[in-house]
């Protein structure tokens, strides 16, 4: 099957178990909890839960498939917690939760999923052993991606953060979460030590790619295309890959932050691109990404490994 | 032994524990929270999970310990979230964790805890099978205190609050967490499904009465004994128990919202005195302890036994 295609089939199936599960809300609270959640999203780590899952064990995926949820309910929890801290006011087009509802709701609204995520793992028709082994690796990664959030956050006060420090930043922020979803798929599949850990190494790499190149896709897409505002990293002075490549080679983005129109973003990327600072960024991620499908050289050959190359390399080809 | 010594001894072990376990904290987010864990409290969860475990299995707590500290990591991310909710700036006589690091930190500060408390229970030397319902447990209980909060915060809007509205209300927001505790201890010790279901009942109903001992305390304890201002609730328009009792009666506590000194307090106190009102709501207090006792009659004759009846009435005859 295409990757389109699977992804497609996957968000749809994932979306009618969400239904299943929380489609009927008895309480204003659970109303507030459901609604980024049933917002939509491309449901990307049940779909690599799933993968995971079948590509040790064919055709296991479906008897496990609530813990699949887990991860995308997990996924809603630390949005909905990001966009208080961030005061967002937009989610996938829609009012945030604490903007309909209040600070005080959407935190709760957010803890609700939390304990969502944790149920989930347990409804799985898996052995009992594997499935405290998953309930503990979501909790060291819902641990690790707190780490994430408050490392980006300090980060806005400073200017001299390191390529290893944002690297370890999006590593917890972004890539842990995929990381467990793959690990945690072929845990409770049946997976080996040795392949839950590639998997686990697998998630990390392409979820830290994936946010080093939607830093690039902040900056080289126009609104039109990506939705969202060009160059705004670059106006907020945020310390991206981009910006931390460039300091690196002499380039002082701060002049930019003022005053950037549509002109001064091509003649920023010109100049970017002359100095081949977005050349090597977009190697970084390649390299990611590379790294992550060796680590899993290790499966057996099944339709659900190329997914997984194919999925890895889509997280760094979307332009969107 | 006497209570009061075995909840001293069993702080003594959790605040040992937690030392252990977390005392080394490496980044800024651990030491936030750190902050309130470490600020002492009774560590009455961690008490009952001990006193219900040696019940069913004696000797059997040690063994599964890590799993009792869940409950009080439990009971601080609710504790940190809540006061952000309530805006509130002191907590244990020490400034509270968004007062000192701000919103965005507090959040994810008990965003951590709530992690950790989830990996506790994976770490108790129990049975794979009782760990996956302590944990199915534990995440439906987070569910319904936040459902129990939020109750909590509607309420302020209102004026109608019925007895069973508010006994539901008290039941999620402390009982439920009380019965978990008791019911984990018992469930990862190996007692039997009814000995569990006892135990969850008799931490619903002390932590129900616990409440309700708290609202009379707010409004007959001086502010020198109870180290919190009197009468706040009556200020605040609080729907307490007393308040809805009162208002069942006929008396309308709004006048006495404003300008309530010392004499004014008197005199209410004494006017709910005559009607009876104090004497209805202890009686209902005194009820749920009896009930939670008779519940656990099924369990053998231990010294935990005792314990557990003594902890219950304990809940309803403190003054602090």
């Known amino acids: 099957m295409e990757l389109e295609t699977y992804l497609k089939k996957t968000a749809d199936e994932v979306n009618s178990l969400l239904q299943d599960c929380y489609g009927d809300p008895k309480t204003a609270l659970s109303r507030a909890a459901n609604h980024l959640l049933f917002a939509g999203g491309k449901r990307l780590r049940p779909a690599l839960f799933k993968m995971a899952a079948d590509a040790v064990n064919p055709g296991s995926s479906a008897r496990i498939m609530p813990a699949g949820l887990s991860l995308e309910v997990t996924h809603n929890f630390t949005l909905i917690h990001d966009d208080i801290m961030d005061k967002d006011e937009y989610r996938r087009g829609k009012k945030t939760v604490h903007t309909l509802w209040g600070e005080p709701v959407a935190i709760l609204a957010g803890d609700v999923l939390y304990a969502r995520a944790f149920h989930l793992i347990c409804k799985a028709d898996a052995p009992e052993d594997a499935k405290v082994r998953a309930v503990s690796l979501l909790a060291r990664t819902c641990e690790d991606i ?58 990390c790499k392409t979820g830290a790619a994936f946010q080093i190149q939607d830093d690039l896709i902040d900056l080289l897409e126009s609104s039109d295309k990506s939705g969202k505002d060009q160059a705004s990293d670059i106006r907020e002075g945020k310390q991206t890959l981009i910006a931390i490549t460039a300091r690196e080679r002499g380039i002082n983005l701060g002049p930019w932050r003022r005053l950037l129109d549509k002109e001064d973003i091509a003649s920023l990327i010109a100049m970017l691109n002359e100095n081949g600072v977005i050349h090597a960024v977009q190697q970084e991620a390649e390299a990611l990404i590379g790294s992550a499908i060796d ?26």
């Open 295 to 320: 680590g899993i050289s290790i499966l057996p050959e099944t339709p659900e490994k190329r997914l997984l190359a194919d999925l890895a390399w889509f997280f760094i080809k979307r332009d969107y």
């Open 146 to 203: 707190c780490e994430g959030q408050q490392q980006d956050m300090s980060f806005e006060d400073r200017e001299d953060v390191t390529r290893d420090e944002y690297l370890d930043m999006v590593t917890k922020k972004t890539g842990v979460l995929y990381g467990t979803a793959a690990a945690i798929g072929s845990l409770l599949a049946g997976g080996s030590d040795a392949q839950v850990d590639a998997f686990y190494n697998y998630g």
